[in-house]
């Protein structure tokens, strides 16, 4: 089995993360933030080479889309007047971070979206994708082969289509995960009581469910022991914590 990253979700503050909210008033604070910058232009200006990208976030939408129509990173958020509260970015050591707004600005009542478009050659070479978010934030990810990839939604949706999963760990509290994907290696769910509905074209998986309130369902022909169910060659590997129900199917690009 390989090796899954580590992520701890603690409901009110997300231990370890730069990200970080006081109480109700929703304060935004991150470390350096006077290195960070804005764009008008929707272009991630930096001279140094990206291989990784994290985004910290609270809105409506997250989306990360790997394009053929750039060849530079591109970034559209909702319109906001205010500087202090437009997304402020930061590339350091090759690894492209981004937040909503200044580190020490209160959101209010702020609800934007976030669209990162990166060339598809990017996409496809990431060391690593991670994505935080706070409150009912769908994160949607999209024609991409991440090294690694790490989700934590609160509340919020998660979906994945047409690339490869390879380390992944998406963690929720109530919120579903899809997944339309012709292959994915390690992956690791974990929620409260989210659901999973995952479509790839597996030769062979061991699927492991933590919580005895789960339930596990596959359209392939698979065997059970207890709590563990295997598939084929078993060269994919599920881990599964939730009270809710997780679903595998084949992965059928006509059925999209």
């Known amino acids: 089995m390989k090796k ?45 080479e990206i291989h990784s990208v994290e985004i910290y976030w609270e809105g409506k939408i997250v ?30 050591e090759g690894v492209l971070k981004i937040y909503p707004c200044a580190s020490g600005e209160r959101l209010g009542d702020l609800s934007k979206s976030l669209i990162l478009q990166l060339p598809l050659t ?23 082969k991440p090294a690694s990839l790490e989700v934590v939604a609160e509340d919020g949706s998660v979906s994945f289509e047409d690339g490869t999963l390879d380390r992944v760990r998406v963690e929720t509290v109530k919120g579903n995960l899809t997944v339309q994907a012709p292959k994915v290696t390690d992956l690791a769910f974990l929620s409260e009581v989210g659901n999973a509905n995952i479509s790839s074209r597996l030769y062979g998986f061991t699927a492991v469910m933590h919580n005895e309130n789960g339930t596990f369902t596959s359209d392939y022909d698979m065997t059970q022991n207890g709590k563990i169910y295997t598939y084929g060659t078993q060269e994919t590997v599920f881990i599964f914590d939730t009270e809710g129900k997780i679903h595998l199917q084949d992965y059928d690009i006509f059925k999209k």
């Open 4 to 48: 899954i990253l580590a992520l701890i979700l603690v409901p009110c503050l997300l231990l370890g993360s730069l990200f970080l909210f006081s109480g109700c008033a929703k304060r935004v604070k991150y470390d350096n933030g006077d290195a960070y910058s804005t764009t008008s232009s929707g272009l991630i200006e930096t001279e140094e």
């Open 122 to 144: 990017l996409a496809n070479s990431l060391q690593s994708l991670k994505v935080e978010v706070k409150g009912d934030t769908k994160v949607q990810l999209s024609t991409m």
């Open 63 to 92: 989306s990360v889309i790997g394009s053929l129509l750039t060849d530079t990173v591109k970034v559209t958020e909702d319109e906001t007047e205010d500087e202090d509260k437009a997304l402020h970015y930061l590339v350091e």
